[in-house]
C-alpha cells in the first residue's frame, strides 16, 4: 500500500491528507465526522494557496491526471465542500433542507 503524498510545493498541506478522499461520499462523511475547529484549520491553510494549486493542477487534463496529482486534486475538493459551512454558515449544524448525510453523490448513484 502506497502512502499518498502531495507535490514538494504544497508539503505543508501534508497535516491535512486525510481530506484527500477520492469519492464526494468519503468526503461528506469527513466533513460531517470532524469539528469547526478542524475545518477552520483546514481551510485557513489551505485556502491561500487554492490559485496556485488550480494553476499547478490545470497543467495535465483531468482525465489524464497523474496518480501523483490526485491527492492533491482532492484535497481541493474538499477545500470546495467546506468552504461555505467557513464562509458563510461559520458552524456545522446549519442545513437548509434535508441532512448531508442522506444525500446520495452522483458516484453512489450511478456505479
Do not use: C
Amino acid at each position: 500500500m502506497t502512502v499518498a503524498t502531495l507535490p514538494e510545493a504544497f508539503k505543508s498541506l501534508m497535516p491535512f491528507m486525510a481530506w484527500a478522499l477520492p469519492t464526494e461520499r468519503e468526503r461528506t462523511i469527513k466533513r460531517l465526522a470532524s469539528s469547526m475547529d478542524e475545518l477552520n484549520s483546514f481551510y485557513a491553510t489551505a485556502m491561500p494557496q487554492l490559485e496556485t494549486i488550480v494553476a499547478f493542477l490545470d497543467r495535465e487534463p483531468l482525465e489524464q491526471m497523474s496518480a501523483a496529482n490526485k491527492p492533491l486534486m482532492n484535497l481541493m475538493l474538499s477545500l470546495v465542500e467546506i468552504s461555505n459551512i467557513v464562509e458563510l454558515y461559520k458552524r456545522l449544524d446549519k442545513f437548509d433542507g434535508m441532512h448531508p448525510s442522506r444525500f446520495v453523490s452522483y458516484e453512489q448513484h450511478h456505479s
